[in-house]
């Protein structure tokens, strides 16, 4: 058994095509994590969400938002204050999560929980709800509107809720920042890159580190911990070379810096290839994905 992670983004077209016998993202990429499912996988829902404002300027398709295509790392517009009630696209962001909801649902009927980890690597600058971009209040306030609608309105009850900040970390403090609190997070987690990884670095050195104070906060707030994203870049790659690494066995690294932390998992990411840079995320058999 392992994770088996999905994106969000397959549910509205970024990285699944629609394919017969389905007539809807939704149902074929619950198919998916079903199946994956069934193989003893856990299974994984990241939201690379899209920009709202931008999604707002595109004309509806059928009567209902556009939430195709990629972008969130459009960082304008004022997104994360928006969204929220009262905000002029509090009703966009709504029927975004009502997508997420319908693949919940899908699951749920299958007894399929999903670790759903919404707004990762929020501490960076990459993402509309990253720092620069969303100030911690609003942050913390978007993470618990976005739980209680999936719960209170959506009556969505198998998504374990994962906060993922990106690493490092030498503080509690430091990861602490925009943590929604206790009764919204189920799994302490982060996510962490080796860029251009060389013989002799102190990567693992400070990977290490950031375990210890991942773990010792769940430990602290009795929760599981987790190391939610981990991997290589290299240039514009988003992974390991097919020659020329310098740190070939990597990933036995990772393992021995991970075994016996208390770690629940950790999930390389996210296979791109080096030929035509796709994504092959979840290792499947479906012919869904």
């Known amino acids: 058994s392992g994770v ?6 397959s549910l509205t077209g970024a990285e699944m095509a629609l394919k017969p016998p389905y007539t809807d993202l939704v149902t074929q990429a619950a198919d998916v994590s079903i199946d994956a499912a069934k193989e003893g996988a856990i299974i994984s829902l990241s939201a690379h969400m ?10 509806k398709v059928d009567g209902k938002y556009d939430y195709g295509g990629y972008s969130p790392n459009i960082t304008s517009g004022n997104v994360a204050n928006r969204i929220l009630p009262g905000g002029d696209l509090n ?3 709504n029927g975004y999560l009502d997508i997420l909801a319908k693949y919940a649902k899908q699951l749920d009927k299958a007894g399929v929980p999903v670790l759903f980890r919404p707004f990762h690597e929020a501490n960076g600058g990459w993402f509309w709800w990253g720092n620069g971009h969303c100030d911690e209040a609003t942050f913390k306030n978007l993470y618990k509107y976005t739980e209680d609608y999936l719960k209170d309105i959506k009556d969505v009850h198998n998504f374990i809720y994962e906060y993922s900040p990106n690493g490092p970390f030498t503080s509690e403090a430091d990861y602490l920042i925009r943590y929604p609190g206790d009764d919204y997070v189920d799994v302490i987690a982060f996510d962490y890159y080796h860029r251009s990884p060389v013989v002799g670095d102190n990567w693992m050195d400070i990977f290490k580190q950031s375990e210890a104070v991942v773990g010792g906060i769940a430990k602290k707030k009795n929760k599981l911990a987790a190391i939610s994203e981990v991997g290589i870049i290299q240039g514009s790659l988003n992974g390991m070379a097919i020659s020329g690494n310098q740190r070939k066995d990597w990933f036995n690294e990772v393992l021995d810096a991970t075994a016996g932390t208390g770690m629940s998992y950790f999930m390389s990411w996210a296979n791109f290839g080096e030929k035509d840079r796709k994504s092959t995320r979840l290792n499947s058999s479906h012919p869904g994905y």
Do not use: G
């Open 4 to 9: 088996s992670a999905i994106d969000a983004i």
């Open 50 to 59: 899209p920009n709202f404002a931008e999604v707002y300027k595109k004309a």
């Open 91 to 93: 009703e966009v962001y």
